[in-house]
């Protein structure tokens, strides 16, 4: 991956905990990172948050991640990880995260979410005025599926 | 996925640490499930660990992850993690793994692993002794590529 | 401490992503492992459990926690953690925790928690049947307040 | 606590996956918050990283940490983390941290560093030049024992 696929950026520092036996970052907590970044990411698309409205019964779930390990982050590196969604399906979007520390690409990521009703554990289509908000914030318009 | 591809289970409780709001567990964990379970499964076979071989410079790495999320865990559930070793390459080993609850499947995983010289940056082959061993314990013989 | 003050011990093994670059547990970690350790004690003890009862707007609360640090557990390590209630206030209760390997005391820690309700923030009395039955369960009768 | 008692402040926003079932941040991850001000903290006074120093056989460990819970952080919230040394004593230091959300103090930290040779298991004195600049870097020097 490269730093110019990405519009969005967030800025993360290694924390000493996140850190293990071979000083690197444990492996799961890069999904840790992606879901910070996505958080970060949702914040500045303006669009109303999807993980807290649970009330309403209606949720963003991750679906499916496949993470691609290139190289390590260290303790107290500071990182920056690209966020941007590539595909927007009917009830689904696919995610695209990339940590770079400086112009060296670390880790990749592909998540998929789903938009669903949590009780009855069906796709919800994702409102129209999200899709037309995401690609005019993205840079590059999502694929549409 | 289901129960009958694995041979090896490792059960682990959900800490009330790992569930999150949407009162699940969060995604990223499920990693650590599958890392601790690995190691479990790595003990169960009688290698020697290759993780805390650090010392002598070879260890393996996590080179790229899938997950695929079915379904959650929650708070106390009582989880059984299956492990196999799927595949064996020259320096290279595909695992999977599959997060049960009861006969319920919740969470699956793809984990390949690459056997590497730290400081090289480079794929060892995979001793030739832990490749039989591996293809003994396992009630499926890992594909060989 | 010392082993013999405890009439009740969860054994919980050391995971790889909990142990950071010196080598050993990082130190916010003891507080999941007595976390876990209290869930399962009071488990034992049969009483309902009082974190999942949200619902009914009572809690029991973490008020203050001292972590004594003597020693340092290690990757892979069996630990035991010792539990047991110390003290039974009008709506607070003392607990102490001590994690052993084999003989050695590793970490204590001494948790003061409140049985609150949630939306008034004030203390209610702990059900006299619960202090009669933790009375009962603990060798050593908490003292009271 | 008060903010007025600090005069060093490090930024951190609460992670999604640092919250609870009971929507507040776990009890355990407070040591964490309070882990990553220190590293800040210690950049902020220019002084060498002791903790990756591990090299030379000396470093910083924590030997007792009291946590005081006054009221929670949930997700999103934008906490500032105040700390400064309290007290240097010939091989220890006591450090003090207060969580606060705006004005609202929420968690305190009284946190007791040893300076140690690890082989030996051996406190360090502090050296008079790490002391010295302290003394400057606090408003308020750190009481001497």
Not at 36 to 57: C, D, I, K, M
Request: glycine share 8%.
């Amino acid at each position: 991956m490269n730093r110019s696929e990405f519009a969005f950026f967030h800025p993360l520092r290694v924390r000493w905990a996140e850190v293990d036996m071979q000083k690197v970052v444990f492996n799961g907590h890069y999904m840790l990172y992606f879901d910070v970044a996505f958080t970060e990411y949702w914040r500045a698309t303006g669009l109303p948050n999807s993980q807290v409205q649970a009330r309403e019964g209606i949720e963003m779930f991750l679906r499916r991640a496949t993470i691609d390990y290139q190289a390590s982050a260290e303790f107290d590196d500071e990182l920056e990880i690209g966020m941007r969604c590539a595909r927007l399906g009917r009830s689904s979007m696919t995610v695209q995260g990339g940590i770079f520390r400086g112009d060296t690409f670390l880790v990749g990521g592909e998540l998929l979410y789903v938009y669903a009703d949590v009780a009855a554990k069906k796709g919800v289509p994702i409102p129209t005025a999200w899709r037309e908000h995401l690609a005019t914030f993205e840079r590059v318009a999502p694929e549409t599926a």
